[in-house]
């Protein structure tokens, strides 16, 4: 078996591991959002729990890279493919322990009344949630348009972050009895913030894989 059929082999087997961490990753971002909107103990605790999982599927992808990168010292797009599947991978990984966040923060929430979040809870996770899933299905497709597109919604988030701060700020102005309240609304929108940026990542990185170009300033 020649070099480069072993190289597509291997990279076949790469990305489904990767896919596979991709649809891991979406679905406990989906669960964290859930567990703050039904204030659902049982929800955040599988959230905080299956992070094990997912790190260790983490660790699983970057050792098959390594092993590829030194065993078969790709060149040129299989190259970028690698270098790409390292960047994503770790990206994941973060993306998930910003959900873990999430869902601590509806630990909290769920104990306490019934609290109006100072910013548009549900826009603003419908558009994160958008961003991760569409970064993903760009590296499914290799669909740089579908790319191109995450970016340009992250601008959407960084507003709605900015104007979380302002809107947090005047809250714990007039109700200084809810700071604690304000603080983790102010965790859970920086949070969402974060986590459009590392889908905005991906994207990025799945134009680079296509074309070759760095986009990222």
Known sequence: MTNSTLIVKEKDRLKQKLLLLGGKVEENFNR???????????????????????DNL?????EECLKILALHQPVARDLRFIVTALKVN???????????HIAQHALFFANKPIF???????????????????SLDSLVDLDQNKAMSVRA?????????????????KGM???????????????ISRTFERIADLSTNIAEDVIYLI???????
Request: hydrophobic share 40%.
């Open 32 to 54: 964290a959002v859930s567990s703050v909107e039904n204030r659902d103990v049982d929800m955040a605790d599988l959230v905080i729990n299956t992070d094990r999982i997912i």
């Open 58 to 62: 983490e660790v699983d992808i970057e």
């Open 90 to 100: 770790n990206d994941l990984e973060r993306i998930d322990d910003h959900s873990v």
């Open 116 to 134: 109006k979040f100072p910013f548009d809870f549900t826009a603003m996770s419908a558009i994160t949630r958008r961003m991760l899933k569409d």
């Open 153 to 169: 919604m992250d601008d959407d988030v960084d507003d709605m972050n900015r104007a979380m701060y302002e809107a947090c700020e």
């Open 173 to 187: 102005r007039e109700h200084p009895e809810q700071i604690s309240m304000y603080i983790h609304s102010m965790g």
């Open 211 to 217: 074309s070759g170009q760095i986009v990222r300033h």
